[in-house]
């Protein structure tokens, strides 16, 4: 029997509010046997044992509460980088969440550029994410949501009824949906809009209030499990206006309950669409309200009773892929 792969995850022990995506990938890896699941700590990462180690969102390692304990968060980053760049032991493996680095400071840039030069094996949950040639690649689908929501009671599919959600960032395209969503509310009253979600600053809070005219609801809060499975449930559409989507969690959590999504057109979303059905991804070059009230149209044409094909979703072979990628990995930097 082959012994099971000691694997830090660069995330902690899950809680409440943590990432679902977070907390079904460490459940779907202590369901598998080859692979024995470390959380992240400074002193474990740092002084511990394990045999790979796993990157996700490395910046979020740098979030602190003031300047001074980001420095110092920082210099352990450095640290910790430097003992997986000298280890021949530890393979190291990313997930390629998001296509770009974050607007940071330059040398925690280069840091992050760093740790993304050092990994073994590069995760992909869409094939169309570049990565650097040369790179070792494993392709593992973003799991879905439907065990995730479980046992929470869902409403009828309204009418008209259009919802956006999830955390409320300048980068989603909130403020082009509102303005998309007023000229199709002009040539329909019947249609509305809710728009769920905390936003990440005051002043776009205040741009949201300021923008909503007739037929939006605003719920501005961190939106639980069981109020979002009925807010998106209650929809014919749901909305992701990002102006730059790449993986998204939410499309994969409306789907999974069963909504389609409206979404830029771009690599990613046409090779979601060819995976999950091209009627359930709807996209568009540019948001405005005739293709709002087209893709209303279109999705209510869809029998309330179908779904997505998310057959390529199960976590459990997510779990099974990422035991291969880390092996893969240690393997790698056993051979540098």
């Known amino acids: 029997m082959t012994r099971p792969l000691r694997v830090m995850q660069s995330f902690a022990a899950p809680r409440t509010t943590t990432n679902p995506y977070i907390t079904m990938l ?8 080859n692979v024995e699941l470390v959380t992240f700590s ?13 990157w996700h969102w490395p910046e979020a390692r740098l979030a602190a509460g003031s300047p001074l304990r980001r420095r110092l968060k920082k210099v352990l980053l450095r640290l910790l980088a430097q003992r997986h760049r000298r280890s021949r032991r530890i393979g190291v493996v990313r997930t390629a969440h998001n296509p770009d680095l974050p607007d940071i400071a330059d040398d925690e840039r280069a840091l992050l550029m760093d740790i ?17 040639a040369g790179v070792l690649v494993r392709d593992i689908p973003h799991g879905d949501y439907r065990s995730w929501f479980d046992g929470h009671s869902r409403l009828r599919r309204l009418a008209g009824h259009v919802v956006t959600f999830g955390q409320l960032r ?16 002009d040539a329909d009253p019947a249609l509305s809009l809710t728009v769920a979600g905390r936003p990440t600053s005051a002043e776009l809070t205040a741009r949201l209030l300021a923008t909503a005219g007739a037929g939006v609801e605003l719920d501005l809060r961190f939106v639980p499990d069981e109020d979002l499975v009925r807010i998106i449930s209650s929809a014919s559409l749901v909305v992701l206006a990002y102006r730059d989507l790449h993986n998204s969690g939410s499309a994969l959590a409306a789907l999974s309950l069963n909504r389609p999504v409206l979404v830029p057109r771009s690599a990613s979303t046409d090779a ?11 996209r568009y070059e540019h948001l405005d309200g005739t293709v709002l009230r087209e893709a209303i149209a279109a999705a209510e044409r869809l029998d309330v009773d179908s779904a997505p094909d998310l057959s390529r979703r199960d976590w459990g072979e997510a779990g099974r892929l990422h035991a291969e990628a880390y092996r893969a990995a240690r393997a790698h930097r056993r051979s540098r």
């Open 272 to 282: 979601l669409a060819e995976d999950v059905g091209e009627e359930w991804v709807i």
């Open 42 to 54: 400074w002193p474990r990462a740092l002084f511990g044992r394990y045999q790979a180690f796993h």
């Open 170 to 185: 300048g980068y989603k395209g909130v403020e082009d949906l509102l303005s998309a969503f007023s000229q199709a509310h």
């Open 26 to 33: 460490a459940q779907s890896l202590r369901d598998e046997p």
């Open 116 to 132: 993304q030069a050092d990994a073994d094996v590069v995760i992909r949950l869409n094939p169309t994410t570049s990565v650097d």
